[in-house]
């Protein structure tokens, strides 16, 4: 008789201990969602026209895009592209699907494309492929801890005969 009470009270004391150390698995399951996609994010290689390269048109890829998604969904952008100041602008993003984030505000406000990224193997994937296109067009962004700096007059310019050119000026 002893040692089913002794059985019975060590049992529900395990239980007890089980019960008491749970924990909100729903806010706990947000901030790992946050944090998985928190951080600075810059471009490190582009496809166009079915191509794979480090640059775009001599333009190295870190200056495509760089991007930093913070704790808040708020964040920042910079494209040399998108930026006649080269400075970061403020943009709002949010997890739209598990994987995915949407990116609005700063210089993507007056596009009508979505600016969507898919995490995948621990890179986000930017879809560039327009309706129409017959090549695949995309970007991959990696997290980095500091941005590559982008020279304040970075440029593309095109030829006459099509052919486009990256131009840099850089005066030291």
């Known amino acids: 008789m002893k040692k089913i009470i002794s059985l019975s009270a060590a049992l529900m004391l395990c ?16 901030e790992k969602a946050a944090n998985k996609y928190e951080g600075k994010w810059q471009c490190s290689e582009i496809t166009f026209e079915g191509k794979t390269d480090t640059s775009f048109f001599g333009v190295d890829a870190s200056s ?3 991007i930093e998604l913070k704790d808040d ?3 920042t952008f910079l494209s040399f592209m998108m930026s006649e100041e080269n400075k970061p602008e403020d943009i709002e993003w949010k997890e739209i699907e598990d ?6 505000g700063g210089p993507l ?3 009508d494309d ?3 990224l898919e995490l995948k193997d621990g890179k986000f994937l930017l879809d ?9 067009s995309s970007a991959v962004l990696i997290k980095v801890d500091e941005f590559t700096a982008i020279p304040d007059d970075a440029a593309i310019s095109i030829s006459g005969s099509g ?7 850089i005066n030291e």
Not at 99 to 104: R, W
Not at 128 to 136: F, I, R
Not at 163 to 169: C, L, T, V, Y
């Open 114 to 116: 979505d600016f969507i």
């Open 15 to 30: 239980a007890s201990l089980a019960a008491g150390c749970g924990k909100d698995d729903k806010k706990d399951s947000s």
């Open 128 to 136: 560039l492929t327009e309706e129409g296109d017959e090549e695949e």
């Open 163 to 169: 052919e486009a050119q990256a131009d840099f000026d």
């Open 64 to 66: 495509l895009f760089q």
């Open 109 to 111: 406000e007056d596009t």
């Open 99 to 104: 994987n995915k984030v949407q990116i609005t």
């Open 73 to 75: 969904n708020k964040g």
